[in-house]
């Protein structure tokens, strides 16, 4: 069956400092993948996408994320955290063989503190 | 462009009752899928649509959920005799095609008393 793991529940950070997401998943067929984030009471945002070609992709917000397939992982970063990056972000993860049906990885929550 | 839309925004009913969701897609997309986001489940899909093929139904919970989709654009979800464990927030997202970017609703907040 399919699966997308965020170890990291929650996770604390210093406005300024750098910021790694973990996202490992588990999927029988070519897969590609989404960050998305989720203020309080809103919706997800789409943060950056890889459905093939370059393995780093760059989104918005100054985010990134890199494909390791060997890993299978898609972990997102970003350089300097700012306070307005406190959320609750999301790996998802999808594949054509499954009809584009995305699996939710179960989040996890930043805090940035100031 | 106008996004995805959803309405209610949010929903209290009482157990046993029936209700509608209603969802609008971006203009265009030919995709449409449903998802829902709770507490003990995390997001979890519950069905699509995609043009004018069969909808993939695989991810409803129980029979007492459907979903429609009238000419190719608006959707709706209705659950019947809702239960307290139907609480959640329902979200709906649309994409271009079957292999596409899904962007999302703000989603539907149901509280079954």
């Known amino acids: 069956a399919q699966s997308v793991t965020q170890p990291d529940i929650h996770i604390t950070v210093s406005e300024g400092a750098s910021l790694e997401l973990r996202c490992n998943y588990s999927?029988?067929?070519?897969?590609?993948l989404f960050w998305y984030v989720q203020s309080p009471g809103q919706g997800l945002q789409l943060l950056l996408k890889y459905f093939s070609g370059d393995t780093l992709v760059q989104g918005i917000k100054g985010f990134e994320a890199e494909f390791k397939r060997s890993q299978s992982s898609f972990n997102l970063r970003k350089p300097s955290v700012h306070w307005s990056d406190a959320a609750e972000y999301f790996c998802?993860?999808?594949?054509?063989?499954?009809?584009?049906?995305?699996?939710f990885g179960a989040g996890t929550i930043l805090r940035v503190k100031s | 462009g106008a996004g995805v839309s959803q309405s209610p925004s949010n929903k209290v009913t009482e157990k046993g009752k029936d209700v509608e969701l209603r969802c609008d897609p971006i203009?265009?997309?030919?995709?449409l899928y449903w998802y829902r986001q709770s507490l003990g489940q995390g997001l979890e899909f519950l069905i699509y649509f995609q043009g004018n093929s069969a909808p993939d139904k695989s991810g409803l919970p129980s029979d007492r959920f459907s979903a429609e989709r009238t000419g190719g654009s608006v959707s709706t979800l209705t659950i019947q005799r809702t239960q307290q464990e139907d609480s959640a927030v329902y979200l709906c997202?649309?994409?271009?095609?079957?292999?596409?970017?899904?962007?999302f609703g703000p989603g539907t907040r149901l509280t079954v008393l």
């Open positions: 998802a993860v999808g594949a054509r063989e499954y009809g584009n049906k995305l699996v």
């Open positions: 203009s265009g997309h030919t995709a």
């Open positions: 997202a649309s994409s271009l095609g079957l292999v596409d970017t899904q962007y």
């Open positions: 999927y029988g067929a070519t897969p590609y």
